[in-house]
């Protein structure tokens, strides 16, 4: 496993190119449709994450190896699940395909809960796979999310860690 430390800018066009990447690894699974393409290279930009890294409420880490970015986790310090006592959100936890599985998600989240506190919640798409891994670490299901996308209704299963 790679070093964990605070993203820099000079990191965002990696976090991009991640992104697009573990997007298109987690909802393009029958193959890649306009819609999908028109969001993920339109939303994970260098200029994206610039600009998330300049807001207060956000937070990133990386974990890299030899130059080379393994994965990241995004938080939201100021987004809440229905009440603060959930505590802030992880936006997102991208981990590159060749190093799941080897407990870089789980320590991405551990800095985490050191850094910003042990109370937190994220979302994901119920067909995500990352679901099983959220409830083996120790994650419990609060709720569901619906949204809508490309004429299609996405529900995700949001779980919280406290």
């Not at 974990?63 to 229905?82: P, R």
């Amino acid at each position: 496993m790679g070093n964990i430390r605070v993203a820099t800018p000079e990191d965002c066009i990696n976090l991009a190119a991640l992104s697009v990447l573990v997007w298109f690894d987690i909802y393009a699974l029958e193959g890649v449709r306009s819609e999908y393409s028109k969001y993920a290279l339109s939303t994970f930009t260098e200029a994206y994450f610039l600009d998330l890294l300049a807001r207060p409420n956000y937070q990133c880490l990386v974990c890299e190896k030899d130059s080379t970015l393994q994965g990241f986790v995004l938080v939201n310090l100021e987004s809440h699940y229905e009440s603060e006592v959930n505590g802030y959100e992880v936006e997102k936890l991208y981990i590159h395909r060749l190093h799941q599985g080897q407990g870089l998600g789980k320590a991405l989240l551990n800095d985490v809960a050191h850094r910003f506190g042990d109370v937190f919640w994220l979302y994901t798409w119920e067909e995500n796979d990352a679901n099983s891994f959220y409830i083996h670490i120790g994650l419990s299901l609060a709720g569901q999310y619906q949204f809508t996308f490309s004429q299609s209704k996405i529900v995700n299963n949001v779980y919280v860690y406290c």
